[in-house]
């Protein structure tokens, strides 16, 4: 299992960002998709996760409505799309996989978005 995140950089307060993990060496329709965070000195957090076949999305409460996550099971891809960033969002985003009948995640590297002005 393979991923790799891109897309973060350094965006103003109030702008936006989208994230892509490519997923490879796998059945990636198969797979639960998950986007975490890990902001400096704060605990990894699960920000959004996707079904297998994209039907189900769920979000932390905090950040419905200005984070989307999708994914495209043709391009093995899955999107975070993150509007209306705030200081607060500044971190490191991690593209998780799970098989969908599994426990164990799978981790990419990570991508840093940071929200500054």
């Known amino acids: 299992v393979q991923l790799v995140e891109s897309g973060g950089g350094l965006v103003q307060p109030g702008g936006s960002l989208r994230l892509f993990c490519a997923g490879s060496?796998?059945?990636?329709?198969?797979?639960?998709m998950s986007w975490y965070r890990q902001a400096p000195g704060k605990e990894r957090e699960v920000v959004a996760s996707?079904?297998?076949?994209?039907?189900?999305?769920v979000y932390v409460d905090s950040l419905k409505g200005r984070f989307t996550i999708s994914r495209d099971n043709t391009k093995n891809l899955v999107y975070l799309q993150m509007n209306s960033l705030k200081p607060e969002d500044t971190a490191v985003y991690y593209c998780?996989?799970?098989?969908?009948?599994?426990?164990?995640?799978?981790w990419g590297q990570g991508t840093q978005v940071t929200v500054s002005s």
């Open positions: 998780v996989a799970r098989y969908a009948l599994g426990t164990k995640n799978y």
């Open positions: 060496g796998f059945t990636f329709s198969s797979y639960v």
């Open positions: 996707i079904t297998s076949a994209g039907g189900t999305t």
